[in-house]
Structure formats: C-alpha cells, structure tokens
C-alpha cells in the first residue's frame, strides 16, 4: 500500500461516517461518549475519550455556573484544568 493509496482511503472514511464534535474541545471525532454534564442539570455532553477521561466540562459551562452558583461551585474545574481553551479570568465569572 503506498501512501497515497492509505491517504485516499482515510478520507472515504471521513466522508462516508458522519463526524461530531466533542462538546468540551470542539474536535471532530468518530466516536463520543455520552456523558450528563455535572455542572449544568440535563445537558447531555458527548466526549471524546480525552475530554472523557480527564472529566472535563465545556468552558461555557464553568463560567454559566460560576455566575449564577458563585465560582466556589466550579473551582474544583478550574483548580484541576477540567476544561479546554483559554485560562478562566476570574473577571469572567462575576457579572
Ligand atoms: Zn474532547
């Protein structure tokens, strides 16, 4: 098999599946794992085995609860890194 060829068949897969994007880091993947969210009640988020593993939340979720709940709701997201982007400000989570 050269490269080209293994090239060609990777993306028939791509096209032929349909691709979702995990709910925490935004990356397409095949496979997501359900899972309800623990910070927001009834949000059903779909994860990839990374954000799975490492018990993440979305982003927006941690500054949605810190806002209404107060940020000790969520510091043991922030404290561990439980999320994906950009640092969370604590100017973010009060109004
Ligand atoms: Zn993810």
Redesign the pocket.
């Known amino acids: 098999m050269t490269n080209t060829s293994r090239l060609e068949s990777t993306q028939l897969t791509i096209s032929k599946s349909e691709v979702m994007r ?6 397409p ?1 095949h496979q997501l794992r359900p899972r309800k969210s623990k910070l927001v009640l009834g949000i059903q988020l779909f ?2 085995d ?3 593993a490492g018990k ?1 939340e979305p982003r927006w979720a941690i500054i949605l609860v810190a806002r209404s709940q107060g940020h000790d709701a969520v510091s043991e997201w922030i404290k561990s890194n439980r999320y ?1 982007g950009d640092p969370i400000l604590l100017e973010e989570l009060v109004d």
């Not at 995990?22 to 990356?27: A, E, I, P």
Request: aromatic fraction near 8%; proline fraction near 0%; charge should be positive.
């Open positions: 995990c709910t925490v880091c935004n990356k993947k994860l990839c990374e954000c799975f993440k994906v």
